[in-house]
């Protein structure tokens, strides 16, 4: 789905990340942890190819991403949901607008009773005509999730989901990912919340990804 | 007006338009540009149009036209009036050849002196109008012959003041011209700009939609779209006031020469509504020309 070929990422002159070689199989689960600087958000960026790796080799979904052109960037970003830690919006559009603009700027008709399944599911029926600067963290945390998920992606990768909102409120997306994961998503979370992670052990089969040292290492044990 | 098709383009406010956020200021000031540029150039139509026909009726019905003028003492000047005009209705290439009128005289004089000019009294010379032929007269060879036959005969076949004239009326028109296209190319420099600023003020924006699988051509149309529609919009108003004020210009006089010409003819009133459609394709270009350097510079 996702694999490192011995890819390093550095940026004037300096070296963030380097010989990582990994691949993330169909359908895992896995959380990505270092204390903050290490550079899992440069990480999550090679994912989704908003960063271009400086040595070895990243593959996305089969294609090399030294060879994409842009347009072929974004198609396969519509293949891929990121929920970012600033959760970014367009904030002149309803909360539905925003959720639908994956489909939108693809030119997918929009199913409105699927909109609506989805921010249900999610917990924001209620808040459909809001603009995002009205939603609290946690709702736009969700709503950035829903965003994440309207094109089905094969991968989700989410950038400390959890960082601005309440225990309780990072549970409950806990639990939206970990059932992602059950539909067949490879789900990919960075965060350096470890409570998190151990919450996560009684719901699903995670794999541990750590970054130390400029160098990403696998847990050998699942959670 | 946000409903209105061109080929190019569908103006409806799709959500495409949308994803971009509305801005207020911007928005006028590049109407009011487009507005403005349009009216200049309905007159630099207008003026372009008006040398264009000067020029080519100084050119067509002139050329056929020229003067033999006769200064005689006044006992000859019957004499050699005779003479000349025998002369004229003997050569070749020369259509027809008639004296004037003292009253016509007196009317080719009354736009300078007035119409209480005196003529009888002044010692003015006799004029004969002549008239080539397609193919015209040898002038050489009629000079050669006019002064043998009336020594007080002059002809002028009007080539001195009329070249000079019809190159100012070209030179005008060329001038005309490349106003139109100086305007263009303030407009696109203009919608440039203002797209510029556009794209930077939405950085954000575009990099949310980046994020979310939209092309360059995607975002580039929601802001092509945009300013197609300001330009188009800004044209139409300065085009329809370009066009009134012409409109109200004094009609074309014989008295008034080029000045009270100076307008459109016939079919030409509908050039100026060229004017939007040529303002909305510059504004779409321009856009689109900005907004894809300015993506490709994004990673």
Redesign the interface.
């Known amino acids: 789905m996702i694999e490192f070929h011995n890819a390093g990422y550095g940026y004037g002159g300096r070296e963030l990340l380097t010989e990582m070689t990994l691949s993330l199989a169909p359908g895992s689960f896995h959380f990505l942890t270092g204390p903050s600087g290490a550079g899992k958000t440069t990480f999550l960026k090679l994912c989704y190819r908003?960063?271009?790796a400086t040595a070895g080799r990243v593959s996305i979904l089969g294609q090399d991403t030294r060879e994409m052109g842009?347009?072929e960037v974004?198609?396969?970003?519509?293949k891929i949901g990121?929920v970012?830690q600033d959760c970014?919006?367009?904030?002149?559009?309803s909360l539905a607008?925003n959720v639908a603009?994956?489909l939108?700027?693809?030119d997918r008709p929009r199913d409105d009773q699927d909109l609506v399944d989805l921010l249900a599911w999610v917990g924001l029926t209620e808040q459909i005509k809001a603009k995002p600067p009205e939603l609290s963290g946690g709702e736009r945390q969700r709503a950035a999730l829903a965003?994440a998920v309207i094109?089905s992606p094969d991968v989700i990768l989410a950038d400390e989901p959890t960082g601005n909102v309440d225990w309780e409120m990072s549970l409950r997306l806990l639990q939206l990912l970990v059932e992602l994961n059950r539909m067949g998503k490879t789900v990919v979370i960075a965060t350096h919340d470890m409570h998190l992670i151990r919450q996560a052990k009684s719901q699903v089969q995670a794999r541990v990804l750590r970054i130390s040292n400029r160098r990403i290492q696998q847990s050998g044990a699942d959670l | 007006m946000r409903t209105i098709l061109l080929p190019f383009l569908n103006f409806s406010e799709s959500a495409q338009g949308r994803v971009v956020p509305p801005s207020g200021f911007t928005a006028r000031l590049t109407v009011l540009t487009a507005a403005a540029m349009a009216f200049l150039a309905v007159f630099a139509l207008a003026l372009s149009l008006a040398t264009g026909r000067l020029a080519e009726r100084w050119g067509n019905e002139l050329a056929r036209a020229s003067t033999v003028r006769i200064s005689a003492p006044e006992d000859q000047v019957d004499a050699q009036i005779k003479a000349t005009l025998d002369v004229l209705n003997t050569t070749p290439g020369v259509a027809s050849a008639r004296a004037l009128s003292r009253d016509e005289e007196m009317a080719l004089l009354e736009p300078w002196f007035g119409p209480s000019l005196p003529v009888d009294t002044l010692p003015l010379p006799a004029l004969i109008e002549v008239i080539e032929t397609a193919e015209g007269y040898d002038g050489e060879g009629l000079r050669l012959r006019l002064a043998g036959e009336a020594p007080g005969a002059v002809l002028d076949d009007h080539s001195r003041w009329r070249r000079p004239l019809i190159k100012a009326a070209s030179r005008l028109r060329f001038l005309g011209y490349v106003s139109l296209i100086l305007m263009a190319g303030v407009t696109a420099g203009m919608i440039t700009l203002a797209a510029n600023a556009a794209l930077a003020a939405n950085a954000q924006v575009i990099r949310t939609l980046r994020l979310v699988g939209a092309t360059d051509s995607y975002i580039a149309r929601a802001f092509e779209r945009r300013f197609t529609v300001r330009g188009f919009t800004g044209a139409v108003i300065g085009a329809f006031f370009g066009t009134v004020a012409v409109a109200l210009l004094p009609s074309a006089q014989q008295e008034g020469g080029f000045l009270t010409g100076l307008g459109f003819s016939g079919l030409q009133w509908f050039w100026p509504c060229v004017i939007p459609l040529l303002a909305a394709f510059v504004a779409f270009l321009a856009t689109r020309f900005a907004a894809l350097q300015t993506l490709r510079r994004l990673m």
């Open positions: 908003e960063l271009q842009r347009d974004a198609q396969l970003r519509r990121v970012h970014q919006f367009l904030d002149h559009l607008e603009l994956p939108t700027v693809a965003r094109m």
